[in-house]
């Protein structure tokens, strides 16, 4: 079969949802209410084929003057003033029932002032459902006005008012006809609202199901970003850890013996423990350890802002600003208010295909869980796309969780059941002995390799970080050694009556 002639709509992310764009001649319906964003997107359509794909375009006006879409316009870096000097663009400013007529009409004014300029693509704004001609529907209406546009070759986007907020009840048989339906909504999630984008049909070529998020932003213009739980290529489904023999240094003194040299290149580990139990700081060894051997590393932290992770890398030895301007780090931080998920899964995506890492540090799962809120669902979709993109592209990645039910442990990931999708598990803990802390280590999984399940003692120490300490422990003080307690990790700690022989 030949490739379809799509017409590119030259939106960022849109392309990509319609799978390269829209058939062309197809007749667009827009549909959502007040202030979704349609006569952004429309508008934006339009500009976007005369600037950069030499397509001219006229934009049809019903309640907007020219001059306020202009400055309107303008807004978004879209000089639609040049456009039209140079030949490029007609705004038309008319009624509806006027323009209804012309396109009935083999010599309609406005068709030809649109033949005049060669334009490819239309955008009417503030389409209504249109009166019932006689004997008929409002269907057979928009029908006349569909082939007027189709006798002009053009590629049209008609934007349809609504008032209806549910998307069930704001079918209009307008719908029916036209070849490609764009839904916009906006919906409230607690105090905030999300912008969202579903194509619920397209004549002639696949689409992505689902509604994906966008925003609206000045200086740029519409932005879609596709859902987080859409499938991706079938390269990226189908990424693995898959060389057997190379191993990625941990950076943690002591650690790289008990994972057997270190993970396996583009695995997933996951460090789960509570508050202050040494997460953070073997990410930043992690990737400081990255840096020593000149691979470049992604850290992507929710907890912290960019100051701060210097600050506590400072503290343990770590120059992370001469790395980051070395160009061998990329310390990215969102904070987690208002969490846009496609957005930021998307930014992600972005860094990894431009950056190119070899390793990355995502801090904390957590706080993406508390952001997605209680959808158990949506949290598992997230992590199961970020792991597939991190294989696709073989980055060995460390994901921080805390879960504060290691004291007294009844699950490793708390409500959030992911511990099927990571390679490796290693869980952190405070352990109590008299009155004193003390910082305890167990490797719990480690997929396709051999592992102890013997719980170690770790310290932490300024300017040099952390370090798992030796069986057994041989110091000055008399401090009795973790190989001298039973039930380390139920909180309840019990002394044996005699120290038998270590365990390696």
């Known amino acids: 079969m030949p490739d379809p002639d799509l017409v590119k709509t030259g939106l960022k992310g849109l392309d990509e949802i319609l799978f390269g764009g829209i058939p062309r001649g197809n007749i667009v319906l827009v549909t959502g209410t007040a202030g979704t964003g349609k006569t952004t997107l429309g508008v934006e359509f339009v500009y976007r084929g005369a600037r950069q794909f030499d397509e001219p375009g006229v934009i049809v006006l019903f309640e907007v003057a020219s001059d306020k879409l202009i400055r309107d316009a303008a807004l978004f870096g879209w000089d639609l003033g040049e456009l039209e000097r140079d030949g490029r663009l007609k705004l038309i400013f008319t009624t509806r029932q006027l323009f209804h007529q012309e396109l009935q009409q083999a010599d309609s004014p406005l068709l030809a002032e649109a033949a005049e300029i060669g334009a490819r693509r239309i955008f009417v704004d503030g389409l209504v459902r249109l009166p019932e001609s006689t004997g008929g529907d409002s269907r057979d209406a928009f029908h006349l006005l569909a082939e007027g546009l189709h006798r002009e070759n053009l590629t049209a986007m008609l934007a349809l008012e609504s008032t209806f907020a549910d998307p069930a009840a704001a079918r209009a048989p307008e719908e ?87 993970y396996f290149v583009a695995s997933t580990t996951l460090v789960v423990g509570i508050s202050g139990a040494g997460k953070s700081v073997m990410a930043l060894q992690f990737i400081a350890e990255g840096v020593r051997r000149g691979e470049k590393s992604l850290m992507v932290t929710l907890d912290e802002p960019p100051a701060q992770v210097l600050r506590n890398a400072h503290s343990i030895g770590i120059d992370l600003q001469s790395a980051i301007d070395r160009g061998l780090v990329h310390l990215w931080y969102e904070p987690p208010q208002e969490f846009e998920i496609d957005r930021h899964f998307a930014q992600i995506e972005a860094i990894v295909e431009d950056f190119k890492p070899r390793r990355a540090v995502i801090d904390s799962l957590s706080t993406y869980g508390s952001s997605l809120g209680a959808a158990e669902r949506s949290f598992r979709d997230f992590f199961h796309a970020i792991v597939a993109l991190m294989k696709e592209h073989q980055v060995t990645a460390v994901y921080n969780h805390e879960n504060p039910e290691m004291l007294g442990m009844s699950s490793m990931m708390g409500e959030f ?86 365990v390696p």
């Open 417 to 502: 059941k992911v511990s099927s999708l990571v390679d490796n598990i290693i869980l952190m803990n405070w352990v109590e002995l008299g009155d004193t802390f003390r910082h305890a280590l167990t490797v719990a999984k480690m997929r396709a390799m051999p592992t102890s399940r013997t719980t170690h003692e770790c310290e932490i120490t300024n300017g040099q970080g952390m370090k798992v300490l030796p069986r057994p422990i041989r110091a000055a003080l008399p401090v009795v050694p973790f190989a001298g307690y039973l039930g380390l990790i139920s909180r309840a700690p019990e002394r044996r009556s005699t120290v038998g022989p270590e």
């Open 176 to 262: 029916f006809v036209a070849d490609t339906i764009v839904r916009l909504s906006v919906e409230p999630v607690q105090r905030a609202v999300l912008r969202s984008l579903e194509v619920v049909k397209s004549r002639g070529h696949e689409y992505a199901l689902g509604r994906h998020s966008f925003r609206i932003t000045n200086g740029q213009g519409l932005e879609v970003y596709r859902r987080v739980q859409a499938p991706r290529s079938l390269q990226r489904e189908r990424g693995a850890a898959f060389d057997p023999t190379s191993r990625v240094a941990t950076g943690i003194p002591g650690l790289d013996g008990l994972v057997n040299g270190g």
